[in-house]
């Protein structure tokens, strides 16, 4: 099924020094026009505006899937487990390259407010009427929906949707160790070599060799740190909140038939809520930037200051919340109204635990969406769940952390700070 | 003159782990709009598809000469040098942090096409009406006529200019370091902290002390390597040709008066030679790539296909050329033309040799605009040009390298080779 | 007090890249046969034996030491924070430079069988008659005895025991990271550079900003993973056994009048528990290893054995024991015995929880030896302990992990397995 | 003939992150005693006494050499190349692992004084009565032969010999490698990944695909570096000069009939040049720094002061020597000599151009000892000699540094400075 390249393709890579493509049908996909969009789309959203080196594309993220997908089946090869079905090589590493490619531009926000799911996209990029559909059809008419099954993890032969999504997957291994090299941070780093001598298939699933537990582990913890010094960031998380303002205000704008002085195509079918694939795969970070540039002239004065205030990183500033602040909130509101201030867009409140992150899940319901937790295999082939057998995975499998904060535009809260109560100005240190 | 911020800013940055702002005009100047558009312009163009993890911009890299020269200026205040105007800290700080203002997208490729200069519009924005200029009037009204001085090299004490610009300036130190760890290269690494330590101000430039001649020589052998290995990289030199036919069949296309189906308003300008200061800071890659992807459905095929080649990385082939090729040349012309193909968009020559780069010059002419030469200073307090002590650095001083190519369109050539001739086929490996 | 050198001494180091030597006296420290001497000390004992990285000495770890209390003073200097007395620089930095220098070979090992103290003997060192000494008196005659005063915690301002010695001090941060950097493995990675940018003089302690709590966090998980994969390692366990084993087997024999056809003077001292002064400055590994190498000849077979064993790493072999393998303890005692074996030296079990080591400890007894818990310091100059504040912290402190082991030397054994119980078979896998 | 090992072994390595052991022979090999004792022979020499970290030892660095060794074989393997003969496998991993087994305490110093060789030494332990003869005589009884033949140079396959000892081989990547992490510099790092993709089995040579010449010239470069910066850095040269000395002064006293209060039988043969291979593998550096402990308190005043000097780093200062100065060299033997200073010992001129290193060589006289070049391959399977196609090669293949220096006791000449002539004054900067 496999056809080899006459030679072998090596990408540069500074997290994994050489990425290697031998197989003919990864290359195709690599230069397909949806794949290339990719270079287009950030990996970490709006964390660039936190962490500058952060700007890093979902195209170099999605290649590293593939690469440490391509070492472990490497590895399983060479020590010829029989647990491994070595003829779902070719699907396991397409459905790695591609498990990102329906990604749009800031998904997470954009997610949020139009309630589209990356997932759904990557499978009409793969089933639909796509330049990737053609590549993967060359193998046989039934690999876009076996690659499509892996996606959406319901693959005949659950090892390969072990192998591509599961608590200790290519994906978060390449993710971690990815952005904490851009973003410059030490948190991310762990023993990836390690990690991937100790993999195992066994009985339709990817387990770990209990030698290893130290290296998941350390990985685990670069997790719990990644989470909260960088994914978790209130800065990003400021960022991420004019975004979904920009977008909603800009909605509501179309459906009440405001005359945009620019739109394109796309944009005008994101905010309706009724993108075609065609137009969705013109969607791209270039493009809403050039929007909100051309937005931040709108007669609009809300959406227009939204716009310039993401351009040019003039976020909203933050303070932390605790659960006492509840009744408080109500009262700024109106504190809000009286100063000029729209309630609805210039102040918004943040709670990080009611993201659907854990650094680590030890049980699964049966039916959910969750993925599997990781199992130790001993040498007596017997399987332990890995916080039964880590204390100090079992201590930071259910911590949750974080602060509610609320947010809001301080330069406009500032001048009217004699107007607000003692309790506000204490509340946001003015 | 330096007002202080009331607590220092650090910004997490993977070349210099942290970069520190302690001034607030410094903190002011990094948040204009002016500056903050840097971060939608890379600093290494279309290097990002060739190497794919080269997406950082000019935003991060202008952070990192900042904090080079701070960290100069803080070892030369340490030290007690009396040959530095320690009155000139803020000046430096700014023209370092502002050097690369005036870059537009995909500058080079624009300047080759537009004739236009990155340099002078650094000059009109500091100058100009901008938030940038703003700031700098608040320090005095002539402040920023001191930093545009510093940028053209005119400024009155050659100290300030030769730490801003010479052949071990900050810039080249940070791109050089900066470019290695985002193309995951290994070549552009030399021993930073090691120059730092060995710089001097003497009478009136910044020389290296002569036990410093070893760490100097690394950092010319990085240059050497960097400038073969990544700037001058056939495949990025093939995207970049792609990029100037695409502006130049746009401007021809508006100068014939075609009705483009989608133009902004900044692009049009730049087309037509005649962008102003404030259409230049709204111009952007994300603008450019933006115009790009709707121009990929124009009706005029050739820049249609530009665009999509641009986009989706269908880059021309390229292939070595001799001396003894330029004859060939002519020839091929007409063989292009008979097999339905333009030569003047579907055959470009590119010479590297022209380039301007040097890695390293000894001398330099009275009056040119070539960067002063890197001078050792010994404990007798005397000065000598280091390729004079040093067998290395004399031995690459001098040295060119690098094929001129000839680039085309592989897949329109290649079912038309049978009508091409014998000689073609084989300089063309086809 | 600081006498500047005239020119600033700079040795390059691994860790810290450079280490920087401004001030003469501890030029003159670093220069003394006392010093010079621990680089025939390894810093991790017989750890090179597990990870042949490891062959650091304690000169190097001493230097790091030094460096990094450096660093810490040179920013509360530059910051010009009122609750440091500025006039213990010098103190502080003599100190953090000695506080090794009473270990002897292989230490750890020594101080289990001889019941001597490397603290105790460093303020030998310090107060007695050596060039140590010598140098610090050229200071005042009083300033040997504050920096044994510092080194036994009873120093009169505690700001400078807690600089020197505590749970987040510059020895544990060096260690952590040199360790980490000489075994190659991956767990011992912290931001140094962000801990000591929030390290804080106050009110006669050193206190963590709490914005650092995270860096914190990571060093403690740091700490936490070095223990159980490289300090506890049990390879290591098994070749410290080896080494107390070698010098019981030597005390006794010296003890019982046996003729040594190899004998060295300050060995003599040891085993006799006698040394003086000057003989524990002539004692080090080199030596310890050239008394083993002779003593492979000797006629005392156990002795001649055990220094084999330890010269050409012929370890003891290991197994786990749990709770209820106390009994069977007993009943194995009895099978070795009758295969010819010496349960006195040829069974030893090592229970690492009986070890000291905590990765942190909240609290502290008053009196105690323990070292002072970490606080943070909030906005309103507030202290909190740091395990009240942070999830993970709280999580580990109390963590303690690791098997008792039983260590035999496998080969002698194996042979008799037939005559051993089947539970002692199935025990030791054998 | 390769006996796999049930387990493969894994050494964690700082340089190679792990090295790998698959076979029972090479495992067998690491743990004879002959092997093991390279871990108390330092990689470096004395240059721990300019480098604190370059505390490596032989034992890592053969490691090293083995594991590059293999990753080559490795990669012929999977690409399945006709011109590698895969049966010389095993010899090609033994003769790697055990190239240096010959070296013994200090190498380079006591070679120069007792004409030593230590690849004479390598193979008498390869064929001689040791632990290794028996494990290699295992595989056949002529396999020790072929080791040996490999070691010398002459084994009848010379892509054997290639492989194992060429200007581009696994010894020199390694030892660049190592080196550099442990001293702590710069200047020895490479892309030793892309220089492993490059390598290609032609002909009966390792050659270079021509796609990897930059690769290559940065590996010379390194070289280049690391030569002058740590290999034959002035204090390096200084304390083996002392070396040297302490060697010519034992043995002059043994000669003479000296009784001296300490000696080990395996120095006095050594000293007497007539070492058996049994005392030569008991000697290690360990022994020679116990001699020169116990030497230190010698009667003889030379050799004690020597040992004191050596053990406790007070080295002989130096002073850079030009051509001119070779006159006034013998009237400072005689000024030596009226302050009571012993020109024999007391002053010794080095001269590193006598040195047999060179960054390259790029054509060899037919038989002689030297190294054969490096070879370019290109796609017509033409070879070219790497310095005709690279400048860079070419300009420093030849390049001679260095100073000659005149080294001295300066504490011993100070006092009686004005007893000197004023040339030697200046000559010496006193």
Avoid at 372 to 390: F, Q, V, Y
Wanted: hydrophobic share 35%; charged share 30%; with cysteine.
């Amino acid at each position: 099924m496999l056809s080899r390249l006459h030679e072998e393709k090596v990408f540069k890579d500074p997290v994994h020094h050489s990425i290697y493509v031998q197989d003919l049908t990864v290359w195709k996909l690599i230069n397909t026009p949806e794949f290339q969009r990719l270079r287009r789309i950030r990996q970490l959203g709006t964390s660039y505006l936190t962490f500058h080196g952060a700007e890093h594309s979902r195209f170099s993220h999605s290649l590293g899937v593939y690469e440490i997908t391509r070492k472990v089946i490497s590895q399983f090869e060479r020590n010829g487990y029989s647990d491994w079905p070595q003829e779902e090589k070719l699907l396991s590493l397409c459905a790695s390259l591609l498990h990102d490619v329906g990604h749009g531009p800031f998904s997470h926000s954009i997610e949020q407010i139009f309630g589209t799911d990356h997932e759904e996209w990557t499978c009409e990029v793969v089933l639909g009427d796509t330049e990737i559909n053609r590549v993967l059809r060359e193998i046989d008419d039934r690999f876009p929906d076996k690659v499509a099954a892996v996606i959406r993890k319901k693959y005949e032969k659950p090892i390969v949707v072990s192998l591509v999504s599961s608590q200790l997957d290519a994906d978060r291994m390449d993710y971690l160790l990815r952005d904490a090299y851009f973003t410059g941070v030490n948190y991310g780093t762990f023993d990836l070599d390690r990690i991937l001598r100790v993999l195992r298939p066994f009985q339709g699933k990817i387990v770990v060799k209990d030698s290893g537990m130290h290296a998941v582990e350390d990985y685990l913890m670069s997790r719990y740190q990644m989470y909260w010094q960088v994914y978790f960031h209130p800065v990003t998380r400021s960022s991420e909140i004019l975004l979904r303002q920009i977008f909603r205000r800009a909605s509501e704008l179309l459906a009440s038939g405001y005359a945009f002085s620019f739109m394109l195509d796309p944009i005008r079918a994101l905010l309706s809520g009724s993108v075609t694939l065609a137009q969705y795969m013109r969607l791209d970070e270039a493009m809403v930037q050039t929007a909100f540039g051309e937005w931040a002239g709108e007669r609009d004065e809300l959406l227009a200051d939204l716009c310039r205030r993401f351009l040019n990183r003039r976020l909203y500033k933050f303070a932390p919340l605790t659960g006492e602040d509840r009744g408080w909130l109500e009262d700024v509101r109106g504190e809000w109204r009286r100063i000029g201030l729209d309630p609805s867009y210039h102040m918004e409140v943040d709670k990080p635990e009611d993201s659907p992150y854990d650094v680590y899940k030890p049980g699964v319901l049966p039916d959910s969406k969750e993925k599997p937790p990781i199992l130790l295999l001993d040498k007596r082939e017997e399987l332990t769940e890995i916080s039964a057998a880590s204390d100090i995975i079992r201590s930071i499998a259910g911590l949750h952390r974080g602060n509610d904060y609320i947010y809001y535009p301080e330069e406009r809260v500032l001048p009217h700070a004699h107007l607000l109560s003692s309790e506000t100005r204490a509340r946001l240190s003015i």
